[in-house]
DNA sequence: CTGGCCAAGTTGGCCAGCCAACTTCCGTCG
DNA sequence: CGACGGAAGTTGGCTGGCCAACTTGGCCAG
């Protein structure tokens, strides 16, 4: 009901991009994985070559198809890539796999921001930050926790809804706070008191760290978020290619 | 000196790209982080607005700016990307922090290859592969072991290489193996026998895992990599947006 | 039969223009 | 003083066209 809305999303080259990947992993273009020139889709879908090219840089981002200059693209291969509210949503992400997501509320703390989260929430100094603790279950077994630092404007609104919702962006995107960025870093880290107690693991144990800002389109930052996964839970994947690369490794700094 | 040929590369709107991700970077349009316009760019530079369009999509897609209809571009931050081939070449990305990259070869194999090798690298039945097992240090200290499957055409230059030799891929590159896409995963593993003893810590005790297969430009896959790395030595990032998301988190299957 | 050359096909890149959708700001009216 | 409305500014989207760079395959000469 929702994915069809955002699927084709108005705009002439989503809807040729949407109806491209759609034919490439049904198993179309199956000879030798070659798809047909910019100008033949072009006359096909009745659009200029540009639109054509804008749907194609699409699926060359998401990794389906490269892109050489001299020759036809070739099919590489149907890269499932997530949409960008089912990867910051645990809870939408969760229902797209057919899996049951659970929330059970730890601890919701008003204090004033620490120098680490003034720096990444661009708060100033003496601001007030809504801390939240959170156990995450698919299906009933624990998964992760998940640690949220909000500022004010946004805590305001977490703090208000019922304890036990299962998803936070959902309501948040209603009243009106957008999410459009994210920053992540993945790493792995030791289980604190807290990870332990809530995910029935030993403390020091090994979780998968995954830490996130995410800004709004104003570049306004309205989340903060460090989420530590059981091992052999969730693993990460990432696309990137000569063209467009978002992705980077560097050596671990403190913290 | 290698930096430079991939800096401006040519194209006119990579030019501006680079221009403007330098000004950036250095603190310009310090005026509320609000870019000048894209007409006002294009009379800049001298070019078209479809090429500055072009150059601020890149920056778009690394994060550095957001774009909304109706309102000029916000700064979001330096945020550093590294290029695809410094992510792909341990070597590369360890002297472009500064740190002296180290390799210790400690097998190499040909034997045929299973089915998921076959799978990853697209394989007939009974096609050989090398199989590279190698220790990585970073101004002598341990930090990775790899695991690389090649297929017979890339294995046979790798096999030929001294084994004293620090970087592989840039041999590589010299003999034609040009990489251009590249699949990442990554999560939390224990480690096996192997890697305790290369890396001098316990079976079992917990690595950071990233599985990546890369593909040359017309599609055919040249490497399948392991790269196991001791916690709190490195960490990746990402950034996505709605316009663009390449990352993707999902249940762990089997190995 | 082999090697090299050439032409056709294809993508990369750049330009100029046009309109729609949206944001912001300011002036006006109640 | 506040709310409403409109104008100006800005980005999103699409078209049509042109040339350059590159790949591929076939033809031709040796």
Redesign the pocket.
Known sequence: MALDQDRA????????AADLREAITSGSFGDAGR????????EQ?????????????LL?ADGLV????????VVLGSARVQSFSELLSFTHWARSMGEEPGGRLDSMVRRPADAAEREQLRLEPGTEVYVMLRLRTLSGTPVMVERTVYPPRVGELVAQLPPDAVSHTEPLREHGILFSDADHTIDVVGANADDARLLGCRRGSPLLREKRRTTD??GTPVEWSQDRYLPGTVAFSIHNSL?SSALSRHAREND
Do not use: F, H, I, N
């Open positions: 999303a108005g705009s002439l080259y989503r809807k040729v798809l047909p020139a910019e100008g033949a889709l072009a879908y009745g659009v200029s070559r540009g639109t054509v090219r804008q749907a194609l840089a060359r490269t892109s050489r200059r001299g020759t036809r693209r389109p104003t063209a």
